[in-house]
T-cell receptor, first 111, second 114 residues
Framework: QKEVEQDPGPLSVPEGAIVSLNCTYSNSAFQYFMWYRQYSRKGPELLMY????GNKEDGRFTAQVDKSSKYISLFIRDSQPSDSATYLC???????????FGQGTRLTINP | GAVVSQHPSRVICKSGTSVKIECRSLDFQATTMFWYRQFPKQSLMLMAT?????????EQGVEKDKFLINHASLTLSTLTVTSAHPEDSSFYICSARDRWYGYTFGSGTRLTVV
């Protein structure tokens, strides 16, 4: 079993839809949770960063962490074609240097 | 925000030659830098972790003699692929970590060995 599970998709939705992406994990020591967006042939860019449980909102993006269920989510409201990319969840434990990544979900927003 | 510059973005080399990839943190000092390899439609695979002034720690299965990592300063790390072969062709990405900015990634280097 992988430490972090993420459905690779692909996921295709119409423009304007609400997109829900999620990851599950097995390591209860994870405290830092991140979502990265990666366009084709580019490096990942940080979208959202959350420490421990709770919600965080930034514009059209909302990140949720439920540590009791070991489940994290990223919601994208009013999705745009420019949101088409691969979304990677990543997490790390307190004091750990390394990030553990999910497999990434390929998302396409259709105009 | 934090910026990590990675060069070159794309390189083609002949089999048997060596290639060096640079990773620079432009506006912050990176206590730790990471090197990843990414295959098409797959996630990032950590190759090694390097702390400034010390030897890199390689992940299991990564040949340290083939993938030489140097982290000579708090703003520069290099990855040298030695005696490259076609199977080394891949997308290589660096990441720099700072206590304030967390993890910032470079834009990646596409290596093609012919």
């Amino acid at each position: 079993q992988k430490e972090v599970e993420q459905d690779p998709g692909p996921l295709s939705v119409p423009e304007g839809a609400i997109v829900s992406l999620n990851c599950t994990y097995s390591n209860s020591a994870f405290q830092y949770f991140m979502w990265y967006r990666q366009y084709s042939r580019k490096g990942p860019e940080l979208l959202m960063y959350t420490y421990s449980s709770g919600n965080k909102e930034d514009g059209r993006f909302t990140a949720q962490v439920d540590k009791s269920s070991k489940y994290i989510s990223l919601f994208i409201r009013d999705s745009q074609p420019s949101d088409s990319a691969t979304y990677l969840c990543a997490m790390s434990a307190e004091g750990a240097q390394k990030l553990v990544f999910g497999q990434g979900t390929r998302l396409t927003i259709n105009p | 925000g934090a910026v990590v510059s990675q060069h070159p973005s794309r390189v083609i080399c002949k089999s048997g030659t060596s290639v060096k990839i640079e990773c620079r943190s432009l506006d912050f000092q990176a206590t730790t830098m990471f090197w990843y390899r990414q295959f098409p439609k797959q996630s990032l695979m950590l190759m090694a972790t390097s702390n400034e002034g010390s030897k890199a720690t390689y992940e299991q299965g990564v040949e340290k003699d083939k993938f030489l990592i140097n982290h000579a300063s708090l703003t520069l790390s290099t990855l040298t692929v030695t005696s490259a072969h076609p199977e080394d062709s891949s997308f290589y990405i660096c990441s720099a970590r700072d206590r304030w900015y967390g993890y910032t990634f470079g834009s990646g280097t596409r290596l093609t060995v012919v």
